[in-house]
């Protein structure tokens, strides 16, 4: 599903919406002051503050308490002890979280990508941050991590994750983990998302081969009726799908195939049973998932696009499900940074108005226990050229007077981040507490409360696509992810 079918599947929607948010958000911000009394007698009465005033006075006290960072360019082998100093701000901020989400606005920027690879170094190396998940497949991540010794980083990057971070901005951060495999702190690769992702299940994973090539059939069959509409096909197939997997999943359970993972994939200790977990989840997409696609493709056709918004509600509990699992039952003991759009991050997705997305998504699902112990950081630009996930380019638009970009971007620094979640309620930073627009994808307008929905945001002056690294081949891996 492409970004530009959702945006015209949604444009009346974002249109009502959105006038709504705004007539809200600027509605509290012009009200005139009340009149000063002395028993009961007018004194004085003060002109009430224009719209534009009020702006002034955000911007400068974002001006004021914004943190500016020297850098976004990752560390490399030869970083100096102080390459950090400028994230210094960040420990008391995360010093009790198990959780960092890092979010972006879009998929396709190269500021992003080197920001993020930045942060989780510093993550990584100064705060014991050990496990990086990511918004891509938990079995191809998982897998691609057990050989990150012995194979280049470009390619565990493009067998791990979603095409749309194949690029050469992203590059350093798999340079970075396969680095840091046989150090003393390893960072962990992991995947928590449930989709089809190639490269798709080829079972060479299992001893017994013609298992594996029976399994590799049906994930192949499995994906094409996920994107196909021909449900009364997939009912005759289904049945026997599902017992391949259930096949492999107690294949991979015996001692020989144990000992065959653990001599195939040094690298990942855990491999075994995050690919039981793996296999679960296919159980599940052709019990539910699959047929709930296929509805979702014949219903866009007809310009249906309430069964599209169920598989993506169904995706974020697969998703918010496989996270917990890896907390819980996979790294128990390990804090997680956990890289995906801000739709899936945020913590109240259903109260942001004029989203492609108006359902409740992995970061709402979480737990007021899981939120407490996490801190989620939203990623946006001010200003220059986004890609969506089919790699056309677009413009940023300049952001509207009052939006979070305008007023974050008063700071006048390249990089500026702004921690929300500590801060009190005060004249000069009531534009975090009350409706506010800000740009999804650089160009729709969405009106939110940014603290309900972030504890920080990091804004990115001018920002530029991604140099990608696809191949003809990889292009349908490219375009899977939302």
């Given at each position: 599903m492409t970004l530009h079918k959702t945006r015209k599947a949604f444009t009346a929607l974002m249109l009502a919406t959105v006038l709504l948010g705004g007539t809200a958000s600027y509605a509290g911000s012009a009200q005139a002051a009340a009149p000063d009394t002395i028993q009961g007698k007018v004194t004085e009465i003060r002109p009430a503050r224009t719209h534009e005033e009020k702006i002034a006075e955000w911007e400068a006290w974002a001006a004021d308490h914004a943190y500016k960072l020297d850098t976004i360019q990752p560390v490399g082998p030869d970083?100096?002890?102080?390459?950090?100093?400028?994230?210094?701000?960040?420990?008391?901020?995360?010093?009790?979280?198990?959780?960092?989400?890092?979010?972006e606005s879009s998929h396709g920027v190269a500021e992003f990508n080197l920001a993020k690879t930045r942060l989780i170094q510093f993550l990584h190396q100064e705060m014991g941050y050990n496990v990086l998940a990511f918004e891509s497949g938990l079995a191809p991540a998982s897998i691609a991590y057990g050989k990150v010794s012995g194979r280049s980083?470009?390619?565990?990057?493009?067998?791990?994750?979603?095409?749309?971070?194949?690029?050469?901005?992203?590059?350093?951060?798999f340079d970075y983990i396969k680095a840091s495999h046989n150090s003393e702190q390893p960072l962990v690769l992991t995947g928590f998302d449930m989709q089809l992702q190639f490269p798709l299940l080829d079972g060479g994973w299992l001893k017994d081969k013609a298992l594996a090539k029976r399994l590799a059939d049906a994930d192949k069959k499995l994906s094409d009726y996920s994107v196909a509409t021909d449900a009364a096909a997939y009912r005759k197939e289904k049945k026997h799908l599902?017992?391949?997997y259930k096949e492999a999943?107690?294949?991979?359970?015996?001692?020989?195939?144990?000992?065959?993972?653990?001599?195939?994939?040094?690298d990942n200790p855990k491999l075994s049973l995050?690919?039981?977990?793996?296999?679960?989840?296919?159980?599940?997409?052709?019990?539910?998932?699959?047929?709930l696609s296929i509805e979702s493709t014949a219903a866009l056709e007809k310009g249906d696009y309430m069964p599209f918004l169920e598989t993506m509600e169904w995706r974020d509990?697969?998703?918010?499900?496989?996270l917990m699992w890896?907390?819980?039952e996979a790294y128990p003991t390990e804090k997680f940074i956990v890289w995906g759009h801000n739709d899936h991050i945020r913590k109240a997705q259903t109260e942001v108005m004029g989203s492609p997305y108006p359902v409740k998504l992995m970061g709402e699902m979480l737990s007021d226990e899981v939120k407490k112990y996490s801190y989620v950081i939203g990623l946006y630009p001010a200003s220059g050229k986004t890609a969506d996930n089919t790699g056309a380019v677009h413009d940023v638009l300049p952001p509207e007077p009052g939006s979070v970009e305008s007023?974050?971007?008063?700071?006048?620094?390249?990089?500026?981040?702004?921690?929300?979640r500590y801060r009190s309620h005060e004249s000069g930073n009531s534009w975090m507490f009350e409706p506010r627009f800000a740009y999804s994808w650089g160009m729709i307008p969405e009106s939110l409360i940014a603290r309900d929905q972030y504890d920080g945001i990091l804004l990115i002056d001018d920002v530029n696509p991604p140099q990608y690294l696809r191949s003809t081949a990889s292009s349908k891996a490219s375009t899977q992810d939302e």
């Open positions: 970083g100096k002890p102080d390459s950090f100093q400028d994230l210094e701000m960040l420990k008391p901020l995360l010093h009790d979280k198990r959780f960092v989400f890092l979010g980083a470009e390619q565990t990057m493009k067998d791990s994750i979603f095409g749309v971070w194949w690029s050469k901005e992203t590059l350093p951060l599902i017992s391949v999943q107690e294949a991979l359970k015996t001692e020989a195939n144990q000992a065959h993972i653990k001599q195939l994939y040094p995050l690919l039981e977990r793996a296999l679960g989840d296919r159980i599940r997409v052709a019990e539910e998932y699959v047929e509990q697969a998703m918010h499900d496989n890896l907390a819980t007023i974050l971007a008063a700071s006048g620094a390249p990089y500026t981040f702004m921690d929300l």
